[in-house]
Structures are given as C-alpha cells and as structure tokens.
C-alpha cells in the first residue's frame, strides 16, 4: 500500500484541500461525493479518494471570455467596432423618440379636433337641478 491508500482522518485530509475544512468533507460524503471508511466512530478516507472527489467534483473553469472578437482596429472612419455600436445604436433611439413625439402630436390634435367639434355639435351636459337656457 501507498501513501495515497492509507487511511487518514476528516481533518487530515482537509489539509489537502485548500479552504476546506473536515465539514465539508462530512458534507461531501452525506452528498455521496466522497468515498468514506468508518471502522469506529470516526470517519477516515484516503488521499487517493480525496483526489478523486475534488477531481470529480470541484470543477475550476476558466471564465469565458464569449466568442472570439477582432481586436480593437479602427476601420477606414478611424472608428473602432464599439463607437460605430454605439452610433448606430444612438440613431435607432433618435429615430424612435422622433416617431413617438409624432405619434403623441397627432393624436392630441384629433383629440383637440375631436373635442371641438363636440362643443359645437352638443352643450354641455347639465347638472342636475339645473333648468336649461
């Protein structure tokens, strides 16, 4: 037997797991994440089982990064690709408000139209109690 199959201790074994503790070793064998001996009362496992778990378990990616981008070169304007984006960007917007704004003008003018037309067209309604002129 080697060093890496002899039976040590939760605690031990912690040591070779940066930040861990023998709690969560606990936790990973409850979770059945870590292969456990308990001969007594005391739980023991192996270095070669505690590898393995942290191998198996722990994933360490490197963040992504998203799809590959050109690099940051100004194009024939002299512009990179996040200034023309955001140029671009800000002409949608500037043509969306100016559609708004004309959408709100033109119905308060049919409102407008609408409502003077029906001064003309109707008096006002009476309150009650009140004889008409």
Known sequence: ???????????EAAKLIPGADAGTLKRM?????????RPGKKLLTTAANVMEAVKVN????KPSRGP???????????LTESDLA???LEQILDGKLREHKERRRVEKDER????????????PPRKRGQRRT
Request: glycine letters at 4%.
């Open 29 to 37: 064998h409850r979770a059945g994440k870590l292969v456990c001996y």
């Open 68 to 78: 590959e981008r050109s690099p940051a070169v100004p194009n024939s304007l002299g």
């Open 86 to 88: 955001s140029i671009c």
């Open 1 to 11: 037997m080697t060093d890496d199959h002899a039976l040590i201790d939760l605690d």
């Open 112 to 123: 407008e139209k609408a409502y003077a037309t029906r001064e003309v067209a109707e008096p």
């Open 58 to 61: 722990c994933r360490v990616a």
